[in-house]
């Protein structure tokens, strides 16, 4: 079989773009902005906000369960029917309105938030699965790193753009500026909105469509592909393999995304300004590392590049925990009077390298271990895995910081990313590459 050829830049910039725009909903609503408002000011159950805590983590837990239901079963549908771009489609509208209506909820209104966050998390988590479908037609099997990588360093570009925006000119969180930072719901859904269209315009819909059954329905037709698919799926044993890694570590990342900067404002105290530094910092790094670690990819191959990434997340994580601990040492050693706020920068320059590359290592080695004409499918198993990753992680962080506070359950954490490193040794790249493109031969 032909080896799939680069596809136009045109194509391959548009596909990125979607990284690009789907970061303002992640950084403004998930991470930085808004997290912190619904925990202190929508909940706002001081002084330890364990409740609100906890409510967001359930929140974003039963959004991710709803991907894991819903995305095997749409992968099987756009494979079946070539209709990956509607799908896409429905879901950044889904994820633009509810974002939008943010605006409307007031301080106590709990259940009206959860349920927005809810809706607008689900149709954002979902479309990060189908725009991933599309990486196995982009380019042959050993440049998915690098354009995995271009996706995610444009991510946080965007995500940097928007969120500078943000916080310059509406302010910081807290009950007296309510009025003007709850527009963060509708500049995300408006960045977001804009941002994609070049996706829509550039990005091609392969495969071929085929014929229903007579007397079937679109969705019996996914079902029962996405049923052989399943009985097939022994015989991609590598690909088992990183999805296993791949549920520990994003358990952990899910967990770093969610309540790092929460993290940074109950545990640590920073000020505003070192919020925002924390802010631009993450995100160069964390783009540096998405582009240097996929091209890093291509020398080494992607099973090395993928735990180099876990074993420099371990680092992070212990930088964050023992912050107050590398503090005393700074006094100790060095004779400097830092602040923690201030070294709490370190972690997060170990943080976003290990952020961006990470992500980008994990869906470019799934790439590289997919068939191609079960690209929406095998990524639908993908995005299924990191969702159910990321209920379990929101979950156990948010009972663990719910009973000995969070300063101490981010140390769940480490334990999640060792289990990671753990479970990908057995891996063998070469194998399950071989087994991708055999899979193509037979089936065409």
Not at 98 to 127: C, H, K, Q, R
Not at 193 to 199: E, K, N, S, V, Y
Not at 284 to 293: H, S
Request: with cysteine; hydrophobic share 55%.
């Amino acid at each position: 079989m032909t080896p799939t050829k680069l596809a136009p830049k045109r194509e391959i910039f548009g596909w990125a773009m979607f990284d690009f725009a789907n970061q303002a909903y992640t950084l403004l609503i998930i991470t930085v902005i808004y997290g912190d408002l619904f925990t202190r000011i929508v909940v706002g159950d001081s002084p330890d906000y364990r409740t609100g805590n906890l409510l967001w983590s359930l929140s974003l837990a039963i959004s991710y369960l709803l991907v894991v239901v819903a995305n095997p079963i749409c992968g099987a549908v756009m494979d079946f029917s070539a209709s990956r771009k509607r799908f896409l489609f429905a879901s950044y509208l889904l994820t633009v309105g509810a974002t939008a209506l943010l605006y409307l909820v007031e301080p106590g209104w709990i259940v009206p938030a959860m349920l927005l966050i809810i809706v607008s998390n689900f149709a954002y988590a979902i479309g990060e699965g189908f725009i991933a479908s599309f990486l196995t037609d982009l380019g042959p099997r050993k440049a998915l790193g690098w354009i995995s990588g271009l996706g995610w360093s444009l991510g946080y570009i965007g995500g940097l753009l928007a969120t500078a925006f943000t916080l310059y000119f509406l302010g910081e969180v807290s009950l007296e500026n309510y009025d003007t930072i709850r527009l963060v719901g509708p500049f995300a859904a408006a960045f977001f909105l804009l941002a994609a269209i070049p996706t829509f315009v550039f990005v091609r819909e392969r495969g071929q469509k085929r014929a229903l059954p007579a007397g079937q329905k679109l969705v019996t037709a996914g079902l029962k592909r996405l049923k052989q698919t399943w009985q097939h799926l022994p015989q991609f044993r590598d690909l088992r393999i990183l999805l296993i890694s791949v549920f520990f570590a994003m358990a952990g990342i899910y967990i770093i995304i969610a309540f790092s900067f929460i993290y940074g404002a109950q545990v640590i105290g920073w000020d505003e300004q070192v919020r925002v530094l924390m802010f631009v910092t993450v995100q160069i790094t964390a783009a540096l590392g998405a582009v240097g670690f996929g091209f890093l990819q291509s020398a080494i191959g992607a099973r090395t590049t993928y735990m180099l990434t876990l074993l420099l997340w371990l680092l992070a994580i212990l930088a964050i925990w023992q912050t107050p601990g590398l503090t005393a040492l700074s006094h100790a050693w060095f004779d400097v009077n830092w602040q923690a706020q201030y070294v709490f920068l370190f972690a997060g320059v170990l943080a976003g390298a290990s952020l961006g590359a990470s992500q980008s290592a994990a869906r470019a080695l799934v790439g590289v271990l997919t068939p191609n004409v079960k690209a929406a499918e095998f990524f639908g198993f993908w995005s299924m895995t990191t969702k159910l990753a990321a209920v379990f992680g929101m979950v156990g962080l948010g009972v663990m910081q719910w009973a000995f506070g969070l300063a101490d359950a981010i140390i769940f954490c480490l334990l999640l990313f060792a289990l990671a490193i753990v479970a990908v040794l057995p891996l063998n790249e070469s194998r399950g590459s071989a087994v991708a493109e055999a899979w193509q031969d037979q089936v065409e």
